[in-house]
């Protein structure tokens, strides 16, 4: 999650036997001292650090977002981290090319950092079948359903139909590159409900918006916590990207964030300017910039966020999101067994 999930956070993911990627930077360049930073949080981890020692890969990923990366840059960056601490992962997403561009990147980070394995995000079947028989093969594909916070493709379905279907057609034509199910899911029963849809596993945003960890404002923290009902408090719009000056979004995507004044002032006819005008007076405030009644700027989120109560450790999340998952599932095997 972009800035919001920095080594603080990845870390304490992977050290609770998750895996946590570091979100996009500010600028490119930020990647260097973020795998600095991560590196150093290992090293006090002991369980992590002989992870290092011994497989020579940071068990932290990192994630790009392609239309305003800089390749050139990543590139270097990796290069200089290749042999000492690679990220274990590059999780990319949005290209302003489609699948082309996504190409040309994994070749370029597979030839800097042989050990980095490939993740792509996809929002539809199509562009997940495109990119498992790509000339550059992802390692893996994160398949993200309509209920994702932050930003996906503006046509999407949700993981309930999306992830069966990616499953069929990628086994339908032998292939084998396992799909990561993200958007919707904030606990165990998503997570089992995940698995068996044909997932081999989970990605959460939303609900490590809600950690210690997270490098987020505590105006936009509290507006997580109150956040109820997401599929009628949230919303899939540009306009949060647009009030914030970030303009060139490719119009493929769009963004999932927590309804508030802005929001309902564009709905009810106020021009983009007089919107502009009134975010832009909100925002040096600080913490009241966000929130249901008074906020103004983007609070992005996905709908899972009533599903949001508290602020818990990232380590708490992980393990509970595990065993219940792992629970349900026995339980439910038990069920139908004892059908039999
Ligand atoms: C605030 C926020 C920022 C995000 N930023 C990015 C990003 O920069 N790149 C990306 O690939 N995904 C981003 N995501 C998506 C997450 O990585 C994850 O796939 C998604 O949040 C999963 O859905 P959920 O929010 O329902 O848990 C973001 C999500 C949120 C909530």
New binding site residues.
């Given amino acids: 999650?972009?800035?919001?999930?920095g080594p603080t956070l990845a870390v304490a993911v992977s050290e609770a036997g998750g895996l946590g990627?570091i979100?996009?930077g500010a600028q490119p360049e930020h990647l260097q001292k973020e795998l600095e930073d991560a590196v150093a949080l290992v090293s006090q981890s002991k369980r992590l650090a002989s992870h290092l020692a011994t497989s020579g890969v940071l068990p932290v990923g990192i994630?790009?977002?392609l239309w305003k990366g800089d390749l050139g840059v990543t590139v270097k960056i990796l290069r200089g981290v290749a042999d000492s601490h690679p990220p274990c992962a590059v999780?990319?997403?949005?290209p302003r090319r489609g699948q082309e561009e996504i190409d040309v990147w994994s070749r370029e980070i597979r030839a800097a950092s042989p050990r980095t394995r490939i993740w792509v995000?996809v929002a539809s079947t199509q562009d997940a079948f495109g990119s498992a028989h790509s000339a550059d093969t992802p390692d893996v594909l994160?398949v993200?359903?309509t209920?994702?916070?932050?930003?996906?493709r503006v046509k999407s379905a949700s993981i309930m139909t999306l992830v069966p279907e990616v499953s069929d057609a990628l086994t339908s034509t032998y292939s084998r590159v396992p799909i990561i199910a993200?958007?919707?899911?904030?606990d165990g029963r998503g997570a089992a409900a995940a698995l068996t849809l044909g997932a081999a596993g989970v990605?959460?945003?939303?609900?490590?918006?809600a950690t210690p960890e997270a490098r987020i404002n505590p105006g936009y923290q509290r507006a997580i916590l109150a956040g109820r009902d997401g599929g009628q408090t949230t919303v899939r719009t540009q306009l949060y990207n647009h009030l914030r000056g970030t303009m060139n979004w490719p119009e493929l995507y769009d963004?999932?964030?927590l309804i508030n004044a802005s929001w309902r002032d564009h709905v009810a006819g106020m021009s983009f300017e007089q919107n502009k005008e009134l975010h832009d007076k909100a925002v040096p405030k600080g913490e009241s910039a966000w929130g249901d009644e008074e906020g103004r700027t983007?609070?992005?989120?996905?709908?899972?966020v009533g599903l949001v109560k508290e602020v818990k450790p990232a380590a708490k999340i992980v393990k509970e999101v595990r065993e219940t998952s792992k629970a349900i599932l026995g339980k439910t095997l038990e069920f139908l067994g004892s059908d039999t």
Avoid: E, K, N
């Fill in positions: 999650m972009l800035i919001l999930s990627f979100g996009p994630g790009i977002q999780w990319l997403f949005a995000q994160v993200q359903g209920d994702a916070g932050g930003h996906s993200a958007g919707g899911i904030g990605a959460l945003g939303t609900r490590f918006l963004a999932r964030g983007a609070t992005y989120a996905g709908t899972v």
